[in-house]
């Protein structure tokens, strides 16, 4: 996969890593501000409660910071850190262009940050309607990350994908609705 597979729209790889960080500042926002009975609350993510999915979110966050410097995160930093080290690490010279390993196969840094940004924004808007505080993410990265989404199901194996079905969805909604709907979210009112 190259980085002209990645770019969506005329972007450039570098507003790409200031994108991710907008989206990674909203979601480590929304987590921190997370009180004790809001851990637990059901998600749109069938049988991941807020705790289920912010794991998961680290967890994704570990695995491309591993692919993308080729070592582990070795300590155990807050939601907010470990995404900030990511970003910092797409913020690398050559890190965008640079081919790593991922499950999908060898994908380029810059495909490797997309995907990390769909998986914030898909799952920052899940924390959201949980607990009823949706992050404010930008209209047009959320837009671009609609588009990327399409762009990459039909390459994605079955046998990876883990998103429901698309589910119907008004065209004028706003983009990360339409993102969530793309992902098998009912995100239709």
């Given amino acids: 996969m190259t980085d002209e597979d990645a770019m969506t ?6 507003g790409a890593v200031g994108e991710l960080a907008a989206v990674v500042d909203q979601v480590a926002g929304l987590v921190e501000s997370l009180d004790e009975r809001e851990w637990h609350a059901s998600t749109p993510c069938e049988d991941w409660d807020v705790r289920d999915v912010v794991d998961h979110l680290l967890d994704v966050q570990r695995r491309f910071h591993a692919n993308l410097v080729g070592q582990p ?3 155990r930093p807050t939601f907010r850190e470990n995404a900030e080290m990511l970003v910092t ?25 997309h995907i990390l940004t769909m998986e914030l924004l898909a799952h920052g808007w899940d924390l959201g309607q949980a607990v009823g505080r949706p992050p404010a993410f930008e209209e047009e990265t959320a837009a671009r990350t609609v588009d990327f989404a399409r762009m990459m199901s039909p390459k994605v194996p079955p046998s990876l994908r883990r998103f429901a079905a698309p589910q119907p969805v008004a065209p004028d909604a706003p983009a990360i609705v339409r993102l969530a709907a793309l992902l098998g979210r009912k995100a239709a009112p």
Avoid: H, W
């Avoid at 060898?106 to 495909?111: F, S």
């Fill in 9 to 14: 729209s005329k972007e450039q790889p570098v």
């Fill in 73 to 75: 995160v070795r300590s």
């Fill in 89 to 113: 690490a797409f913020s690398e010279d050559g890190a965008l262009e640079r081919v790593v390993p991922d499950r999908l196969g060898d994908i380029t840094g810059l495909t490797l940050l």
